[in-house]
């Protein structure tokens, strides 16, 4: 019997073509626009997600800004000194730590000939150890790290490229670095960073251009604000510190603050009375990025829903018109034996199958509408040039949605066909014979 109230559910579906792809429309253009907007959604949280993968989850950024739930951080003074790398280096939760100090370079130049030089602008160079290859996931390609004292630095490969393709710079190379203050300084290359297979808005600070030893490139010191004119020490805008595992990732957090907080440490000391110690992990980025794309997609996904909610009306509207327009018929159909619950069930399946069709071609539709609108972003984001053209977006399904966008449209069709299929159903058979 059920089996044959389904069929008749399909054949009346067939009679009526064109009202019941109508409708069939509604509920697709509902579906896809919900997989389409969570994928898309779902697609951007991913690469934004990379764009802040600055470091290993262990990591984090130590400086001085704006505490508090939402910390902000500023990279300007100069308040870290050796004493507090040290320091910082001895706590039982830190696995390493690695001072940043930021020399800018104005040129790069290198002799070709005797009186011949090439010149080419500036790079971001950094001074530090060699832990900042460990905190950063940066790996050499050739050669070794720098000593401490000698006039020796690690280049980037884009940075090894600076000349040209055709004539890159190689281990034992010497070339010259002019910082702002005019001086120049020989630089002999002694290491070459492996290229990053991921790219980043971020590649800036997550793979610098040169990495150098603290002396003799980089001078920043203090002395008298300490109280002892004779105490000269160099000075750091930030520190990045590694946890010795994910576990004590927070317990080093608070350490370092308990630390720098205190008497003990040079940098309270140096640091501007209305700013705060900011230590900002690596989770803490993503979280934040998270909750934003949260919040992003929750809207969105309304919107799209509303859609879909559309779609149900448009199957209330075909049902009621076609228990209306079958109503001689479901009177003769309750003369020779129907029931109220088998024409109840006619309605209810006609209503189910339009909502399953709709759910499963839209989230067909859906799918691959998906890959145009993550195509169309990323021709956006090439488009603003700069640092937003590295990179580009992966399509990245949320596999849960295509099961609840389909459920959805199910249950409208079914919602949406309980009003006109009980009005059938209540229908008197005599009154529905005599209906013209």
Do not use: H
Not at 170 to 177: Q, S
Not at 194 to 200: A, L, R, T
Not at 330 to 358: C, E, H, N, P, W
Not at 407 to 414: A, S
């Amino acid at each position: 019997m059920i089996q044959d109230i389904f069929a008749m559910a399909l054949d009346t579906m067939k009679s009526y073509k064109i009202r019941t792809f109508l409708t069939l429309i509604g509920v697709i253009i509902g579906v896809a626009s919900v997989i389409m907007v969570t994928t898309a959604g779902n697609s951007v949280s991913t690469f934004i997600a990379e764009q802040w993968n600055l470091f290993n989850p262990t990591g984090m950024v130590i400086g001085i800004g704006k505490g508090g739930d939402v910390p902000q951080l500023q990279i300007k003074s100069v308040v870290f000194t050796t004493d507090d790398v040290e320091n910082i280096q001895r706590l039982s939760a830190v696995k390493t730590v690695a001072p940043i100090g930021i020399v800018p370079v104005t040129k790069i130049l290198k002799r070709n000939g005797f009186l011949n030089w090439d010149s080419r602008p500036g790079e971001t160079m950094y001074a530090s150890t060699e832990s900042i290859l460990e905190i950063l996931n940066m790996e050499l390609e050739e050669g070794t790290m720098f000593r401490e004292g000698k006039n020796e630095i690690v280049i980037s490969k884009t940075v090894s490229e600076i000349f040209g393709a055709d004539k890159p710079l190689k281990i034992g190379d010497t070339i010259y670095l002019r910082r702002v203050d005019g001086k120049t300084l020989d630089a002999k290359i002694v290491g070459i960073l492996k290229q990053s297979s991921s790219f980043s808005m971020f590649n800036t600070l997550s793979t610098p251009g040169i990495i150098c030893p603290a002396k003799p490139y980089y001078s920043s010191y203090f002395g008298s604000n300490a109280g002892s004119i004779l105490k000269r020490v160099t000075a750091f805008t930030i520190l990045l510190a590694e946890a010795k595992d994910t576990q004590t990732v927070q317990e080093a957090q608070d350490q370092i603050l308990n630390y720098l907080e205190g008497a003990g440490s040079d940098a309270s000391q140096y640091k501007d009375d209305n700013t705060d110690f900011v230590v900002i992990t690596q989770q803490y980025i993503l979280d934040r990025v998270d909750k934003i794309m949260n919040v992003i997609r929750t809207y969105i996904t309304a919107i799209a829903l509303i859609s879909l909610l559309i779609g149900g009306v448009g199957i209330a509207n075909i049902m009621f018109a076609t228990v209306t327009e079958r109503t001689r018929e479901i009177g003769t159909m309750m003369a020779i034996g129907a029931k109220r619950r088998d024409i109840l069930q006619l309605f209810l399946y006609q209503s189910t199958v339009i909502g399953l069709l709709g759910g499963i071609t839209g989230c067909i539709l859906g799918a691959t509408g998906s890959w145009f609108v993550v195509d169309l972003l990323n021709k956006s984001i090439q488009n603003l040039g700069g640092a937003f053209s590295t990179g580009s977006i992966q399509l990245d399904y949320a596999p849960e949605w295509f099961l609840i966008a389909t459920i959805v449209g199910i249950l409208i069709g079914v919602t949406a066909g309980v009003l006109p299929a009980r009005k059938a159903a209540k229908m008197d058979p005599v009154e529905a014979l005599r209906w013209e």
